[in-house]
Nanobody
Framework: QVQLVESGGGLVQPGGSLRLSCAAS????????MSWYRQAPGHEREVVAF????????TYADSVKGRFTISRDNARNTVDLQMNSLKPEDTGVYYC?????????WGQGTQVTVSS
């Protein structure tokens, strides 16, 4: 079965950095685009970053452009999110996502808190 397991969240001061990682299993990872979403308290879940199956194309939410970088390693079945210059408004639960054969799959999420 499809499994997505996120790691790397934590508490960081404004201006700091974190690197999130998502380990995928149960499907042919290299054949599917992957995304990172986040959900802030009291807000709907929103897409943060997207990467094509080969890794050659990426898109970002306007709010994170220039600060976040999504990447993937198809040999290791992982997709990462490097987050720099973090702001308090980046606080939330971050989720790894894949849509496969009409089904949506989410990880359990990892908490990111940006606070001084």
């Amino acid at each position: 079965q499809v499994q997505l397991v996120e790691s790397g969240g934590g508490l960081v001061q404004p201006g700091g950095s974190l690197r999130l990682s998502c380990a995928a299993s149960g499907f042919t990872f290299s054949q599917y685009p992957m995304s990172w979403y986040r959900q802030a308290p009291g807000h709907e879940r929103e897409v943060v970053a997207f990467i094509t199956y080969g890794g050659g194309g990426t898109t970002y939410a306007d709010s994170v452009k220039g600060r976040f970088t999504i990447s993937r390693d198809n040999a290791r079945n992982t997709v990462d999110l490097q987050m720099n210059s973090l702001k308090p408004e980046d606080t939330g639960v971050y989720y790894c996502y894949v849509r496969r054969m009409g089904e949506e799959y989410w990880g359990q999420g990892t908490q990111v808190t940006v606070s001084s």
